[in-house]
């Protein structure tokens, strides 16, 4: 059952909305906890879904996948955080510890590198306007295409390509040259 599906069977059976939950909060809690850390992460996520529930009548049933609109309610939660994001980014850049990766690091002398890399990449995107911030991390840590962060952020598919392409260069300069997000193009045409 796609998820079109499952949001107009969940308008009548409200309890089938609890599948939509189960099989996107996982990605979307990933996602919020690398933009805002761990702490805000959780309440942000369950907000998405309490925004998604109360919003579902007004769904637009042929979107089959309903993960650029999750994506979308939380990137508007996450700019009420943005104070916090950018906090959260500062630290990174100074502690080099990802509340994401961090349990799963090797302790290894590539951490160490990894370590001294995460910190010069979250500094840089701390630097990063919103919009710019927002289209590069959903296309790089949700893993959205251009089209889906469109649809995400409700602004045309040149506009996210613009915008990516100047965070992308913004991001290269500031971390000598490296273009860390080493997306294929050619998925995102």
Do not use: C
Request: charged share 30%; aromatic share 8%; net charge positive.
């Amino acid at each position: 059952m796609d998820d079109a599906s499952v949001i107009e069977r969940s308008r009548d059976e409200p309890e089938y909305f609890a599948l939509l939950f189960r099989r996107h909060a996982p990605l979307l809690q990933r996602y919020v906890t690398r933009r805002l850390g761990p702490q805000a992460a959780e309440d942000v996520v369950n907000e998405v879904f309490l925004v998604a529930f109360r919003q579902r009548r007004s769904y637009d049933l042929a979107r089959t996948d309903a993960r650029p609109w999750l994506y979308g309610i939380a990137t508007n939660l996450v700019g009420r955080h943005r104070r916090g994001e950018v906090r959260a980014l500062r630290a990174l850049s100074v502690t080099g510890v990802d509340p994401v990766t961090e349990g799963f690091a090797d302790r290894s002398d590539a951490r160490v590198v990894a370590s001294a890399n995460s910190r010069r990449l979250a500094a840089a995107l701390a630097t990063l306007k919103a919009p710019f911030r927002d289209a590069l991390l959903l296309v790089a840590w949700a893993d959205l295409t251009y089209e889906e962060t469109a649809a995400a952020l409700g602004v045309p598919v040149g506009t996210v390509r613009s915008r990516v392409s100047r965070a992308r260069s913004t991001m290269r300069a500031a971390l000598g040259g490296v273009d860390p997000t080493s997306i294929d193009e050619e998925h995102y045409r």
